[in-house]
């Protein structure tokens, strides 16, 4: 597959449509050197990860749970714990990722941000290229103190969200954008040339 086809064929492919069967730690690996080749701003390289596997899982939907429902811990019989379990074990592997900013004042907030969103499409081009399925996951829980805390992430590091790894147990989905005419302005000027 040449670059063009691994961006335009790279998709977002939910936990629900993945299989349940592992991924070899070497493929992992591979996404994981891909994220590492992100640019940063004064080489701060500001991604970090923290992978979930097997039942690690289970301990990371009961946080997200408590996040969400405001008692901890939460009941096993939850229905927010029920539909967490369900989501993070229909992916064989779930990442945290984490942005944590240089301390550096020359650096702004937005820049690592910018490198860390990089590191994860780097990941998610090398899953497309390896036939993986991925699926960067936010929302509001993803930032709560508590998961902050079961993370081991100290402001001004935090959680950007979760992104699921696995074989899609679906047909590889078609992807859509808009046309890019409207969302680039050029400006031609020849005086320098004259
Ligand atoms: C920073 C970020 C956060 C995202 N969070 C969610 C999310 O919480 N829920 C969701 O359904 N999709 C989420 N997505 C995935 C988008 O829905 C998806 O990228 C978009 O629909 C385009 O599909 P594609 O990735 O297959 O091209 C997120 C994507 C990014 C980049």
Redesign the pocket.
């Known amino acids: 597959m040449n670059i063009m086809d691994v961006i335009r064929l790279?998709?977002?492919i939910k936990p629900e449509s993945m299989k349940a069967d592992p991924v070899a730690r070497d493929l992992l690996d591979q996404l994981f050197e891909a994220a590492n080749w992100a640019p940063s701003h004064g080489r701060t390289e500001p991604w970090r990860f923290v992978v979930f596997t097997d039942d690690a899982r289970l301990d990371l939907a009961r946080v997200l749970a408590s996040a969400e429902v405001g008692s901890s811990p939460v009941s096993e019989t939850d229905p927010t714990y029920l539909k967490l379990r369900q989501k993070m074990t229909n992916a064989p592997v779930v990442i945290a990722i984490i942005c944590a900013p240089s301390p550096n004042p020359k650096i702004e907030p937005h820049e690592e941000l910018a490198s860390v969103?990089m590191a994860v499409q780097n990941m998610h081009l090398c899953a497309r290229a390896l036939g993986l399925g991925g699926?960067?996951?936010?929302?509001k829980k993803a930032f709560h103190p508590a998961v902050a805390s079961f993370l081991e992430v100290a402001p001004p590091a935090h959680c950007?969200?979760f992104f699921y790894v696995g074989w899609p147990a679906i047909p590889w989905?078609k992807?859509e954008r808009g046309s890019v005419t409207h969302k680039v302005t050029w400006r031609n000027r020849t005086e320098l040339s004259i």
């Open positions: 790279r998709r977002s969103a699926f960067w996951s936010s929302g950007l969200g989905p992807g």
